[in-house]
């Protein structure tokens, strides 16, 4: 990983991240273990997860707290929160990264199939955040990242059921803030472009995709998971102490 900038407030902070075995997930992990946070997190990867663990350990990090979770199980991930905050404390922030952005064409969409995607990528985001602010009162304040996406301000096929849920998101967002500002919980959305994960390279990576990404971007490069880790660390840090209901976007200028 490259260097990154130092939260001290982040020191001794309690942070919760979903789908964090592999990917940006993996970063964040790896991102706020060096800020000397409190991490927990949740995956169904349970083999990348523990590996993961383990490469922390070695490298004399402390070993992030880890339960294997599907998000789409509501009643499996609010358990997973509530046993991470009796384990290390009440989360203070709460990274809502799980997602998956599986190709489908329209007409091969089955409404079983539609609502998967809505579980997915946008409804344990509403869930999660729900759950953590009850703790999150307790502490005076804390703060709650979404994820977006980029394809929800764009026009890509084969994405419809992603791009809904990740336009879904910024309405979570904006209301939970209104709704939990009170109590000085901040919520925003982090909005990735298109971040070359190892997973997003075997996959769909080509050589069409490389000359696309040259024409789209302002920036010239690839952006990647630690670009957005940076992104995640200061909205989660009292630098960033009077943003909410906010969209930041870390897309080399795509949108």
């Not at 590996?51 to 979770?69: A, S, V, Y």
């Not at 939990?180 to 390279?201: A, C, H, S, Y």
Request: some cysteine; aromatic content about 8%.
């Amino acid at each position: 990983m490259g260097s990154y900038a130092v939260y001290p407030s982040l020191s001794g902070r309690n942070v919760f991240i979903t789908g964090g075995a592999t990917g940006i997930g993996e970063s964040l992990v790896e991102a706020f273990v060096r800020q000397q946070a409190r991490v927990a997190f949740i995956d169904l990867d349970e083999d990348a997860a523990q590996g993961l663990q383990k490469r922390l350990k070695d490298e004399n990090f402390p070993e992030p707290w880890f339960e294997q979770c599907d998000v789409r199980d509501i009643s499996a991930l609010e358990k997973c929160l509530r046993k991470a905050a009796s384990d290390l404390g009440p989360v203070s922030v709460l990274v809502n990264n799980a997602g998956n952005d599986e190709r489908h064409r329209a007409d091969d969409i089955s409404v079983e199939y539609w609502d998967d995607r809505i579980a997915v990528n946008l409804r344990h985001q509403f869930f999660a955040a729900r759950e953590v602010a009850r703790g999150m009162k307790e502490l005076g304040g804390g703060s709650i990242i979404n994820f977006g996406s980029v394809q929800a301000y764009l026009s890509s096929p084969g994405m419809s059921g992603y791009a809904v849920s990740k336009y879904g998101v910024r309405g979570v967002t904006r209301t939970l803030a209104r709704e939990f500002g009170k109590d000085n919980i901040r919520v925003n959305t982090l909005v990735p472009g298109w971040v070359m994960t190892e997973r997003q390279k075997r996959l769909w990576v080509d050589e069409e995709a490389e000359k696309m990404i040259d024409q789209v971007q302002c920036l010239p490069g690839r952006l990647m998971p630690e670009d957005v880790a940076r992104l995640v660390l200061f909205l989660a840090s009292d630098d960033s102490a009077m943003c909410t209901a906010q969209d930041f976007i870390v897309d080399a200028g795509w949108v």
